[in-house]
């Protein structure tokens, strides 16, 4: 892209070459094939069929945008299938970019949504319990087992600082049943959930096996910018995947907003928590007959 001394088209060269990546430069063609083919973004519009909005955030490189909008700029601007290509390589490379982590992002978020499948969510865990679910995980030393714990820990400062993000949680019912290998641990997480349900900026729902199966299968966090973007970060077992273009964001949401459609409001959560701490301390007490049965029911 960078001119030559041979007489052929010159262009201001606007990288670092140190680092640049695919998207920069995808973004930095859509604005030269614009600007050397003399289109407004309204011409432009008019002949490609997408938004002037749209079109715009895709030069300044705030969506990636679709395949199908490169081929058409393509067709529009007559590169054959350089944008295209352009497109994949960026794509590809937001696949395989290192995760910096949920943390910068949760700094700048307005609100916070997650389900959790497995385990209870990392922002509302208490330190004996993230220190039993890391421990699974098998770390290499104690001190590494420290730093993890408190990193989690350090995270949970954006529910309770001075503005804090409101965070909304759905649990599976199977977090609740499998609870924990220490059992005053989990009385004390339970105790920390019921605790956290009440405050203002968090609500949190039980998701009940009686709602049947459901869409989503890994833990899923959506985060949302006050500029009205969001992300999305999906969990499993062994590896985390960042999604951020809007047409792989939204199915996400979706698949959220209809779990918790069949979740327990966050009151009949409350209701559902607080007999699930009596069970487990039931079952603590030696002797007591409450051991042998203890059974509730919970409206939706």
Known sequence: MSGSSGGSRTRKDPFDWEWVSAREVYTSELAYRRQQSGLTLVQLAALCMYEQSYLHRLERGTR?????????????????????????LARREAKDRPFLGLVPLEADAVSVQEYAVSAVPYLLQTKQYAEEHLRSARPRSVEQLGTQVAARLKRQDRLTGPNPVHYRALIDEAVL???ARDPQAWTAQLEHLIEVAQQPDISLHVVP??????????????????????VAYTQSSWSGHLVEEPEDVEPLRLAYDLLRDTALTPAASLAFLRAVREEHVAQERPGDPAQRSVTFNVAP
Do not use: N, Q
């Open 209 to 230: 096996f009686g709602t049947g199966p459901h869409h989503i299968r890994s833990c899923l966090e959506l985060i949302f910018f006050e500029d009205g973007h969001t």
């Open 177 to 179: 049943r499998r609870g």
């Open 64 to 88: 990636l945008g679709t395949l199908e909008a490169a081929a058409a700029l393509d067709k529009v601007y007559g590169t054959g299938t350089l944008l295209v290509k352009l497109w994949h």
